[in-house]
């Protein structure tokens, strides 16, 4: 090779990056994964919360008491009941009633 070849040569080895791309990553994984995680277990706690209000609320209403038997629970009508209108309700009663 000659002085002219080798310039150029050493210009572009210069211009070449030092990794490939994938090779090395700038993103934190584990923060990310437990964002996700945690946004995830919120996201149940929450569903959670509104099944357990709608519950609380059916039975102190006493929507789901059984035809037969007056002092028993009807456990189907408990299971899909619909106590309040929305699910925000259910979420704002119980932020803010902390006791029943």
């Known amino acids: ?3 002219k070849e080798k310039g150029v040569m050493a210009i572009y080895d210069q211009t070449l990056p030092t990794e490939f791309f ?3 990553s700038h993103v934190n994984h584990v923060a990310w ?3 996700a995680i945690a946004l995830f277990v919120i996201l149940w ?3 959670a919360l509104v099944n357990a ?3 609380r609320n059916a039975l ?3 929507a789901c008491r ?3 038997f007056p002092t028993e629970i009807d456990t189907q009508c408990l299971a899909g009941v ?3 209108e929305h699910w925000w309700q259910h979420v704002g009663y119980a932020m803010t009633h902390l006791r029943p």
């Open 1 to 3: 090779m000659n002085e």
């Open 22 to 24: 994938g090779e090395k």
């Open 33 to 35: 994964s437990l964002l």
């Open 45 to 47: 706690m929450g569903i």
């Open 53 to 55: 209000e709608n519950q």
């Open 60 to 62: 102190a209403t006493k």
């Open 66 to 68: 059984d035809a037969v």
């Open 82 to 84: 619909k106590s309040r």
